[in-house]
């Protein structure tokens, strides 16, 4: 059983930042891919960013390319968004995922950008971006 906790979000006023951590529970929190999703009000919960479980691999929605820096820290067990420049629309609730079912395995955009990838999910952060 996996527990992920994320913090960090908050409000922001446009052009902003904000850094989000994602902690788990478990050391072996270290072989798994891990990403992030969002979901604003009234609209389905949507791909941000992902990390593969070596770190090596970023990936990223186009809408936030450029902007967001997804990172791991192993030691620490979390995962962490950088989020700069941030905008309104970046408004939602962000949520961490991690694939547990498939550990130390490397893929492309299309898996780690489908939240059926992810079985475990922390409870969210609100983030909100005035403008």
């Known amino acids: 059983q996996v527990q992920l906790l994320e913090s960090g979000g908050g409000l922001v006023q446009a052009g902003g930042s904000l850094r989000l951590s994602c902690a788990a529970s478990v050391r072996t929190v270290n072989y798994y891919n891990m990403g992030w999703f969002r979901q604003a009000p009234g609209k389905e919960r949507e791909f941000v960013a992902a990390?593969?479980?070596?770190?090596?691999?970023?990936y990223y929605a186009d809408s936030v390319k450029g902007r967001f820096t997804v990172s791991r820290d192993n030691a620490k067990n979390t995962v962490y968004l950088q989020m700069n420049s941030l905008k309104p629309e970046d408004t939602a609730v962000y949520y961490c995922g991690a694939d547990t079912r498939k550990p130390l395995y490397s893929s492309g955009l299309t898996y780690y950008a489908n939240s059926n990838t992810y079985d475990y999910w922390g409870q969210g952060t609100q983030v909100t971006v005035s403008s």
């Open positions: 990390i593969s479980w070596s770190g090596s691999s970023p």
